[in-house]
Structures are given as structure tokens and as C-alpha cells.
């Protein structure tokens, strides 16, 4: 099993190489709006702002925005929601002027200290397996294809692109005090 904690506590330890550091917290159907614009921004069928309230108000769902910590602008944001023990990842996206300087990386690790503070034991997702990005940062982080659905994305271009099935298991072994640890000062509800 992928020792993904150790790369989930470095990243929140530790702030990115570059630009304005992020603050990581959670977010609600408040930031629908925000989430709208960068959801178009990153899909070529992107969720309106009705859906995304939805979502950002359901409660087995759980989304996190990365934020500027002096203007509160939303750099990005990640979505998942929850069943049982199990959680399905239902999208992150970046502002594209932001991308490449790990704030994906540090949405993912936050987001997944709090699934496994959460009782989550198996994640899921699904990538465009064209989707270069999304399948780095996913790597990155231990997912590994458990299936694939083919013709199952709408392009831009009205073609069909087939989407990787990934699975990560949470690592049980992380201790309580870790999970403490993990969440730190910059996950606390913004409401
Ligand atoms: C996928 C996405 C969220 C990544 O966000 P990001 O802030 O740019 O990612 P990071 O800077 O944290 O990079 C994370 C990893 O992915 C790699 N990566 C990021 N963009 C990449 C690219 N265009 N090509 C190759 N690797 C890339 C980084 O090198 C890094 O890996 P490393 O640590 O091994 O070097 C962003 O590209 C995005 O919003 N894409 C559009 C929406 C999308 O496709 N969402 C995923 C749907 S499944």
C-alpha cells in the first residue's frame, strides 16, 4: 500500500516553492458561484452554478477551496462525497493561471487527511484518460486504475474519451494524533 500520509503530512507541513501561498479550508453552496466560473474554466461541460449548490450543500459531500489568504479569492476547489466508508472524489479543479505550483496537490493531501479523519477507508475517482494533468497528480498520491469505462467522457469536440476507474485505500495505520496533526489550523469550516 502507497505510504500516502507521509506525502499528505510533508505537503501540509511544508508551503509551495512559489506565488501567494494558499489557504486550504473548507467550503459551502456560498462558493457555488466561484466554483461555477472554475469548473468552466477546466471542463468542456461544466456544472452550473445551481448544481454546484447543490452539491456544496449536501451533507455527505465535502468540499475544500484553496484560498488567497488576503483576498479570499478561490484558486481552486475539491469536491468528494461520502457513503459508508467510502468516498468517490467528484471533481477538483485549478484556475489555469494558478496551475503547476502544487496546489492540487496540496487540495488533495487536506482533502484526504479529512476523508480518513472522516472513517473513509477507500477512495475513488474517475479521469479522462487523456487528462495528462489529473493522472499526475493522481500517481502522485498512490491511486491506481482498478477499472475503465469506455466512451464514457463528452469532448469538446463531440467525441467520446474513455475514463480511467482509480482507487486509493486510506491508510489505516494513521494514528489518531496524526490524523490531529494532519487536519491543522488552515482546515477549519469557513462558516
Ligand atoms: C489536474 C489539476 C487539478 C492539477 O492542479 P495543479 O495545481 O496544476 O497540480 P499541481 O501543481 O499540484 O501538480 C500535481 C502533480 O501533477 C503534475 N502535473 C500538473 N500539471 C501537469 C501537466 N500539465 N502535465 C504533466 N504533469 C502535470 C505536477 O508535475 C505534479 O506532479 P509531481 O509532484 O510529480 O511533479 C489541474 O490541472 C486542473 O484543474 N485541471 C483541469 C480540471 C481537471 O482536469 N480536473 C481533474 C478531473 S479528474
Not at 500520509?5 to 457555488?32: D, H, W
Not at 484558486?75 to 457513503?83: D, E, K, T, V
Not at 475513488?124 to 495528462?132: G, I, M, P, R, W
Amino acid at each position: 500500500m502507497p505510504n500516502f500520509f507521509a506525502k499528505t503530512l510533508s505537503l501540509l507541513r511544508y508551503p509551495m516553492q512559489s506565488g501567494s501561498l494558499p489557504v486550504i479550508r473548507r467550503i459551502g453552496r456560498e462558493r457555488a458561484a466561484d466554483c461555477a466560473a472554475l469548473h468552466a474554466l477546466s471542463f468542456a461541460h461544466p456544472w452550473t452554478v445551481a448544481e454546484l449548490e447543490q452539491l456544496l450543500g449536501a451533507k455527505e459531500c465535502l468540499a475544500d477551496g484553496a484560498l488567497d489568504g488576503k483576498t479570499q479569492s478561490l484558486f481552486g476547489f475539491i469536491l468528494s462525497r461520502q457513503a459508508a466508508d467510502e468516498a468517490e472524489i467528484l471533481t477538483i479543479a485549478v484556475d489555469p493561471a494558478h496551475r503547476k505550483a502544487g496546489i492540487g496537490a496540496k487540495l488533495l493531501a487536506a482533502h484526504l487527511a479529512k476523508l480518513a479523519a472522516a472513517r473513509v477507508k477507500t477512495l475513488f475517482l474517475e479521469v479522462d484518460q487523456n487528462n495528462v494533468a489529473a493522472r499526475a497528480l493522481y500517481a502522485r498520491f498512490g491511486f491506481s486504475q482498478v477499472g475503465e469505462r469506455k466512451a464514457y467522457y463528452r469532448t469538446a469536440d463531440g467525441s467520446r474519451a474513455t475514463a480511467l476507474v482509480m482507487r486509493l485505500d486510506l491508510d489505516e495505520r494513521l494514528s489518531s494524533r496524526e490524523r490531529h496533526d494532519s487536519l491543522g489550523s488552515n482546515s477549519k469550516p469557513s462558516s
